[in-house]
């Protein structure tokens, strides 16, 4: 009997400091969005594709099946007060140096739910474009090489940005079966 009590007084103070570091993290987190969200979309994105989270500051993201991606993502924001478009801002697209390197740049933005059905996946809470790093510097905002901005309006979409929506806009089934593909073609030609 006294060796199941400090068993669980063991096990229960072992729950107690999982408890605090979590809340810390959380706190963190808390006080980082940002960094909260690009969490968010990489975990989201790796276990779509099954791949492998790379640590901070690596070149990339992601490490699916020999392929690099890069995942950014974006919450709906305003451009000011009054306005009533909505639009995406991905930062920081090749780091903070420029130093990333990777396949692909896996945009993901809150879905607004105003224009939902006009998106590839009107039911999907994501709004998906996967951009091969070629392209991506071509896409960026003019003065700002490093990010772009995209309003949650496709029906209103000029530039650059129609063809964000109309060659690279891709949903989430699309993102799973490319990766799963590539990592059976792969295994084929081994």
């Not at 007084?9 to 969200?37: I, K, M, P, Y």
């Not at 099946?65 to 919450?75: M, W």
């Not at 905002?141 to 650059?160: D, E, H, Q, W, Y």
Request: hydrophobic letters at 35%; charged letters at 25%.
């Amino acid at each position: 009997m006294r060796d199941d009590i400090q068993s669980l007084r063991a096990e229960n103070q072992e729950l107690r400091d999982r408890v605090r570091s979590l809340e810390e993290q959380v706190r963190f987190l808390g006080q980082h969005r940002t960094l909260a969200a690009g969490i968010t979309g990489e975990q989201l994105v790796a276990n779509l594709v099954g791949g492998h989270l790379t640590s901070h500051g690596a070149p990339h993201d992601i490490e699916v099946r020999g392929e690099l991606v890069e995942v950014k993502f974006a919450k709906l924001s305003r451009p000011n007060r009054s306005a009533p478009t909505l639009r995406w801002q991905w930062q920081k697209i090749y780091g903070e140096r420029g130093g990333k390197a990777y396949d692909h740049l896996l945009l993901v933005g809150e879905t607004d739910p105003r224009f939902s059905s006009f998106y590839l996946d009107p039911d999907s809470p994501f709004v998906f474009f996967l951009v091969p790093f070629a392209e991506a510097r071509r896409l960026c905002i003019k003065g700002n090489p490093l990010g772009m901005t995209l309003n949650s309006n496709p029906v209103s979409a000029r530039g650059s940005s129609v063809e964000l929506f109309e060659k690279w806009q891709v949903t989430a089934s699309e993102i799973e079966r490319r990766f799963r593909l590539a990592g059976a073609e792969k295994s084929v030609q081994s």
